[in-house]
């Protein structure tokens, strides 16, 4: 499959799914092939608005530390396990509608499976990032990101080391030093597994 064809199946599922609300879609950015591909949960209305995945304020987030390693956002390429924007509608007291963002269903992922599967093969990138729960259950047998985050795991299913982080929204409602401090402690790891895949 071409990139184009992944964009255009994205933009049909998307555009043809009626079964809960959505607020748009969006593709992977960055170069392929590549080195390193992050894989986030799903996007925002920041990304939707712009076209591009984690430009929101956890995108800003997540290059700030990207940086910090010594890694500049063009070089990498950044995906997202639903490619639509999940989202509900509510009325509010005064009969005015509100829109917020929601986790997809499983049953959303499975609809873009094939694709997230294809766009890693178009890719081949030699580390795989997972951010958060949601591409931590997609693409490894890991059930939740705290009892594994911060280390290189090589994933036989899928032929590929993968490496989870939390999502960098986590910094958003952890607040405490405890928490930032782990997470920084994870973007070194992730520069040292970066260091020692390069000799591979
Ligand atoms: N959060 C995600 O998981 N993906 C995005 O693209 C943006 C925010």
Redesign the pocket.
């Known amino acids: 499959m071409t990139l184009e064809e992944i964009k255009n199946q994205i933009k049909n599922i998307s555009e043809n799914y009626k079964e809960e609300h959505i607020g748009g879609w ?1 593709t992977g950015d960055g170069p392929i092939p590549c080195d390193i591909l992050f894989v ?5 209305k920041t ?1 939707v608005e712009t076209g591009k ?4 304020i ?2 800003k987030t997540f290059e700030s530390y990207l940086n910090s390693i010594g890694v500049s956002r063009k070089d990498i390429r ?1 995906t ?1 396990t639903c490619f639509f924007r999940p989202i509900k509608k509510k009325l509010s007291k005064n009969g005015r509608e509100t829109i917020s963002n929601r986790p997809p269903k499983t049953s959303e992922i499975n609809l873009f499976r094939h694709l997230l599967d294809e766009e890693i093969k178009l890719a081949n990138p030699k580390l795989i990032v997972t ?2 729960n ?1 591409p931590l259950k997609r693409l490894t047998p890991f059930i939740s990101i705290g009892t594994c985050h911060g280390e290189l795991y090589f994933n036989e299913e899928i032929g590929r080391y993968i490496f989870p982080m939390y ?1 960098p ?1 986590s910094l958003t409602y952890n607040r405490n030093e405890e928490f930032k401090a782990m997470y920084s402690k994870d973007w070194e790891k992730l520069a040292t597994a970066l260091k020692t895949l390069a000799t591979k």
């Open positions: 969006i986030g949960e799903a996007p925002g990304e995945p984690f430009v929101g956890a995108g950044i997202n951010l958060g949601v999502h929204s």
